[in-house]
């Protein structure tokens, strides 16, 4: 892989994290006149304003701060003049455990609305991007070591 790859596909996860973010996650649609399409980052604010902080705060943790955390770290390592960080090394694989876990509790909800027969919940482009985000991120440490070679 060359060494122009590697910057392009940070900065892919990086633009497809932030759309991830922002754009709607899932469509909920509920007898055929209501539909809600919240993005990750109003689901966060919604159960905060529900009264829900303490679920607020570890889905915004772990969907949002993880990924944000992950990806500076990645920059670190791809963009520092020194490429042996230990503590990136040690951090990373820890990191990198909770990458895919917004995008397995959303499958839930959708599996739980399907199911239950309240709602049709339909997936939107934010979870993809998102996922996308997420897979990019989870590879690029074997790509990065490659290249530094």
């Known amino acids: 892989m060359t060494k122009l ?4 596909l940070f900065a892919t996860a990086c633009l497809f994290l932030a759309l991830g973010l922002y754009l709607p996650i899932i469509r909920f649609e509920r007898l055929y006149f209501f539909s809600q399409t919240p993005s990750l980052l109003q689901l966060v604010s919604a159960l905060w304003e529900e009264g829900d902080q303490m679920l607020s705060v570890l889905v915004a943790a772990f969907s ?3 990924p944000i955390a992950k990806l500076c770290a990645l920059g670190i390592q791809i963009f520092s003049s020194r490429p042996d960080h230990a503590l990136l090394r040690r951090a990373m694989p820890h990191l ?3 990458s895919m876990m917004d995008v ?3 499958a839930i909800v959708i599996f739980a609305a399907k199911s239950s027969g309240l709602a049709q919940a339909i997936t939107q482009s934010g979870l993809w991007f998102y996922a996308g985000s997420a897979l990019i991120a989870a590879v690029l ?3 990065t070591s490659r290249v530094r070679r």
């Not at 790859?5 to 392009?8: E, H």
């Open 96 to 98: 990198s455990k909770w």
């Open 5 to 8: 790859a590697v910057p392009l």
């Open 141 to 143: 440490p074997s790509f």
């Open 64 to 66: 949002i701060g993880f």
């Open 104 to 106: 397995m509790l959303v």
